[in-house]
């Protein structure tokens, strides 16, 4: 970069920070990067500067960004219907309910706008089959930050400045047989994440699943996997809970689901599908044409079985790549899920990764990085990744 070119960014930058300092709240610490264009695996700045993107907004365009079909359908729809509210009947909603609950638990879907509004809707649900009860969930766990979903969201930092909180929640430790314990006849669900992905991806044993799946059988409580962030192919099958063998009675998805565009989904086994009844609950913006349009691209695309055998392959040449670099002391994950944990900071790594070899990635504590790649990266692009994060973390 030219000392000229330099100097427009930084002036753009300090420029953008000052106006969002002035009008947006300041609940979020940015990089100083502005993107202005995507495509693929790469994001680039407003310099024209290319990024590769192992981050993919949070595990969002999950297909890359900016893919293709899900431009077209999105075109298509928004320039035909764009919405009508829940008032009508619209067939992108119909036809994406259909293929979402085929694809997964075979009972009912409701739509959303968002992953806090899935948990939202799953609490309430759950609440109402039991006609109240408690929802036990498990420490280290991220459901949201609307008030149901912050409630079993257990961290004190994220809760404290917002009690209270809804009551009837407890978080257990990540054990079966703390989840054994917690379980009872006053249990309403027990709601946890396969892979909880925001605390820097924990693997929940299989052991604890299973007795989760168990403790709510005896009880009559419903178990309810928050997909959000595992689902949809991230972890090399389009839903996480099929590879644990656990099948849980409801499942909540978002993030990836529209391809990019904002939707939630609950989506529940048939024992749960006459719960929720006419006017229990509601979302203006829910299941708009737009949304579904994308998400049926976007699930089509992810459910080719070629895309998640080689999520689950590329997710092992990236965790080999990793375990090989400096300052790396352990990698976990599963599928293209992956963290690693350091001996130095992940903040510092993840800005020299950003600014001085264009690569995307988030620090989720003090010392983890997480790395969430689009399912559609290349072994070339793994490759490429690895020797930029080797240059970050070398400094
Ligand atoms: C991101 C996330 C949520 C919240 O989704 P939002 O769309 O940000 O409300 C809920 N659960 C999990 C597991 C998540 O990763």
Partial sequence: MSPRAAHDTTARIQDLEAREYEHVIQSYARLPVEFVRAKGSSLWDEQGNKYLDFLCGISVTNIGHCHPRVVAAVRKQVGRLMHVSNLFYTEPAVLLAQRLAESSLKGRVFFCNSGAEATEAAIKLAR??????????????FHGRSYGALSATHEESKQAPFAPLVPGFRAVDPTPGALKQAVGPKTAAVLLEPIQGESGVHVLSNELLHAARAACDEHNAALIFDEVQCGMGRTGTLWAYEQVGVEPDALTTAKALGGG???????????????????????????????????????????????????????HRLLDGLEHLPHVTSVRGRGLMLACELEISAPEVVHRALLEQRLVVNATGPTTLRLLPPLIVTDAEIDEAVGRLERALEG
């Fill in 128 to 141: 109402k089959a039991r006609m109240g009860g408690e929802i036990v969930t498990v420490r280290g766990a």
């Fill in 261 to 315: 565009l904002p939707i939630g989904a609950l989506v529940t086994a048939p024992i749960l599908a006459d719960v929720l009844e006419t006017g229990d609950h509601g979302s203006t913006f829910a299941g708009g044409p737009v949304a579904c349009a994308a998400a049926l691209e976007a699930l089509e695309i992810t459910r080719d079985p070629h895309l998640l055998a080689r999520v689950t392959e590329a997710g």
